[in-house]
């Protein structure tokens, strides 16, 4: 089945030890976005890619960084998680179209920070 | 500033109940409201959506409605079931001149349907 795979799903680290989280996708979209949840808040875009191209949220601290090094993969990079950046990280993917730009989601990483 | 607000963070129905789920947004420019459902453990899944030029969109069990004027968009959940228990967020997209039309979600709401 074509999907969103997200790795790590749970990701323990220390404060200041950079971490990477990765995600995948067989759709072949060609936008891929990453959201931070916090619990029992909404969703939020750090970023995205339109194919190559980068698209940074203006709020997105410069910790977060993120690669594509191609269709399939995505990345998000913290250089240096604080006690703040414990999360849900969220990746989708999404084939843009006239309609409503329906993003498919994986399962998320959880990351935790001690 | 929250431009996508859901507002009761939990609803508890009775199976074969109705289930009405609210969402109020403050930005005039958003053309598509999607609604998602999410299970503990996985990610969140596209349920239904509905265009800003239209006011009710059905599909099966799930309808959503919407009122422009009121800034206000409702799914409603007929008859509900244990296994609709998610939570559920409401998402808007905006209309601009960026290619990625990335959405907007509100905070979500716990959806309970006891047996």
């Known amino acids: 089945d074509a999907m969103v795979i997200q790795n790590p799903r749970y990701q323990v680290t220390q404060f200041g030890k950079p971490v990477t989280l990765s995600c995948s996708q067989t759709?072949?979209?060609?936008?891929m976005y990453w959201y931070q949840q916090k619990s029992s808040q909404a969703p939020k875009l750090l970023f995205h890619y339109y194919d190559k191209d980068f698209n940074n949220e203006a709020d997105t601290p410069d910790n977060f960084q993120s690669r594509r090094p191609n269709t399939s993969f995505c990345f998000l990079d913290i250089r240096s998680p604080g006690l703040g950046d414990a999360a849900m990280y969220l990746c989708?993917?999404?084939?843009?179209?006239?309609?409503?730009?329906?993003?498919?989601f994986g399962a998320g990483s959880r990351l935790t920070v001690l | 500033d929250q431009q996508v607000k859901q507002n009761s963070p939990s609803l508890s129905v009775q199976e074969g109940r109705i289930s009405i789920l609210n969402c109020d947004y403050t930005n005039s420019m958003f053309d598509y409201f999607l609604w998602y459902k999410k299970y503990p453990a996985e990610g969140p899944t596209f349920l239904i959506s509905i265009s800003s030029i239209k006011d009710k969109n059905e599909d099966g069990r799930f309808t959503v409605f919407l009122n422009k004027s009121a800034k206000h968009l409702s799914l409603h959940i007929v008859p509900s079931q244990p296994g609709d228990s998610a939570v559920y967020f409401c998402?808007?997209?905006?209309?601009?001149?960026?290619?990625?039309?990335?959405?907007?979600f509100g905070s979500g709401t716990q959806l309970t349907v006891l047996p």
């Open positions: 759709l072949n979209h060609n936008v």
């Open positions: 989708a993917t999404s084939r843009l179209s006239s309609g409503a730009n329906v993003l498919t």
């Open positions: 998402a808007a997209r905006l209309i601009s001149s960026g290619s990625a039309r990335q959405l907007t």
